[in-house]
């Protein structure tokens, strides 16, 4: 079963702060058979200039590794990740309407050239809400830490021009252990998406949607200081849009404002052609949905996917890449704005 929930920064009008606190816990399942792991690359001129700034800036010890054009950031804490503090009384989630829909299960993949979604969403009953007063969060040295990883990131891989035989970054998977309590975080980005969001391109709620998070325990985490336990793999645009295709789903039927309609296999199908659209990806067939419920099956063809979706496109920039890009840093409390063309 996927839990896709999923967070990610919200940006003032000003400027855009780089504080990515996952706010939601998710759990992801792989989607597809396990491929082979690629074969790791030697270290790029970026990572070594990425991981010297993590040390000197900000302390951060971590290991990266080279996946195809995939960058994988490891740091391993020995501070705990998660704490439990009371609600704010003016907290929003605490007074927000229930959403309209139960997501039972929901899982999808990308194989063979075709999409695959399974799904059994039933219609809320009416059930007492609880408020205990308190609720798990992140703690501050985790979300420090966190925020500083995105800093570096951004300061050092938006301009980065790899070097003849280098591969470029497409895509970030950052993870963060408590290797004294065997707890992790995972972050899965595309560094393009990163960059628009930063440039002011993508509007808050769109990035969040293409933000992935899991959080998963393990006792092969306790004491691993060098992230042995990962399997390192290049993270390929299919798979990527697969469990993108999830969040989505979720986010619309448990906390969108605009709920979906009873009838909503066709929500469903719109937001699959939405996605494929936003990053103009056409190399599939089919996309395939079983209503479990309803024990409904349908089968689209790619072309006939243009018939749904949203009419807001997403897919290209908006802003020209030769803008102004503005970095956020703090020294000692104070903003520090740096601006690059």
């Keep these: 079963m996927i839990n896709s929930d999923l967070n990610a ?3 003032s009008t000003s400027f855009k702060r780089l504080v990515l606190s996952f706010f939601f816990l998710l759990t992801m399942a792989g989607c597809g058979g396990e491929k082979p792991a690629p ?9 070594k200039k990425f991981e010297q700034k993590c040390r000197e800036d900000f302390d951060l010890h971590v290991i990266t590794r080279m996946a195809g054009s995939t960058l994988w950031i490891y740091l391993p804490v ?13 907290s929003g989630e605490a007074h ?11 899982d999808g993949n990308f194989k063979d050239g075709n999409f695959f979604f399974e799904y059994d969403i039933v219609t809320r009953k ?30 050092v891989f938006f301009n980065a021009k790899p070097k003849a035989g280098e591969a470029d970054v497409k895509f970030v998977v950052i993870v963060i252990t408590d290797i004294k309590k065997g707890i992790e975080t995972k972050a899965t980005l595309s560094l393009e998406d990163f960059k628009r969001y930063m440039s002011g391109d993508l509007p808050y709620e ?3 949607k293409r ?12 004491g691993d200081e060098t ?17 993108q295709i999830i969040n989505r789903i979720n986010f619309k039927f448990t906390r969108s404002d605009f709920e979906p309609p009873d009838d909503y296999d066709k929500t469903i199908t719109g937001i699959i052609a939405d996605t494929a659209r936003y990053y103009h990806f056409e190399k599939f067939s089919t996309a395939r949905l079983h209503n479990l419920r309803l024990q409904k099956e349908f089968v689209f063809e790619r072309n006939q996917l243009a018939q749904f979706g949203d009419d807001t496109d997403f897919s290209s920039p908006k802003i020209p890449s030769q803008g102004k890009l503005i970095h956020i840093r703090f020294d000692n409390g104070e903003v520090q704005l740096n601006e690059e063309q």
């Design 126 to 155: 009416k059930v007492k809400a609880e408020d205990y007063g308190y609720s798990s969060s992140y703690t501050d040295n985790y979300v420090k830490a966190q925020n500083n990883l995105f800093t570096a990131i951004s300061d």
């Design 78 to 90: 020995k501070d705990p990740i998660f704490d439990y503090e009371a609600q704010k009384e003016n």
């Design 9 to 11: 920064p919200r940006a």
């Design 227 to 243: 992230g042995s336990h990962l399997q390192y793999k290049d993270v390929a645009l299919p798979e990527f849009l697969a469990k």
């Design 96 to 106: 927000k309407k229930p959403s309209k829909f139960t997501v039972q299960y929901l």
């Design 39 to 47: 074969v790791l690359m030697s270290m790029t001129a970026a990572q």
């Design 211 to 222: 933000f992935l998070a899991d959080t998963k325990g393990g006792q092969s985490m306790i």
């Design 206 to 208: 769109e990035y969040m």
